[in-house]
Nanobody, 115 residues
Framework: QVQLVESGGGLVQPGGSLRLSCAAS????????YGWFRQAPGKEREMVAT???????NYAESVKGRFTISRDNAKNTVYLQMNSLNSADTAVYYC?????????WGQGTQVTVSS
């Protein structure tokens, strides 16, 4: 059973940056692919970025060029570097892990972009 704990959320001004972290435990970290999803109030959860076990990445169109997903296999941690944040990025951000399906989810961390 994989456990995921996110951290790094908070309040940031438009144009600012944040780095989210997701610490994983309970599984063989290297085998899994990881993703960041987000859910804004009144909206469905959406994929933000994913990274495979071989470090292939995929991004939502809305964050391409601004967000970067990465993983540190030595630290069992996945990161989401978020730059040039705007109000549309305000949401709860969730870390997720999968072998074949996104079965494992963290509790989420709130990101609020506001002046």
């Amino acid at each position: 059973q994989v456990q995921l704990v996110e951290s790094g959320g908070g309040l940031v001004q438009p144009g600012g940056s944040l780095r989210l972290s997701c610490a994983a435990s309970g599984g063989f970290f290297r085998l899994y692919q990881y993703g960041w999803f987000r859910q804004a109030p009144g909206k469905e959860r959406e994929m933000v970025a994913t990274i495979t076990s071989s470090d292939s990445t995929n991004y939502a169109e809305s964050v391409k060029g601004r967000f970067t997903i990465s993983r540190d296999n030595a630290k069992n941690t996945v990161y989401l570097q978020m730059n040039s944040l705007n109000s549309a990025d305000t949401a709860v951000y969730y870390c997720t892990a999968a072998l074949t399906r996104w079965n494992y989810w963290g509790q989420g961390t709130q990101v609020t972009v506001s002046s």
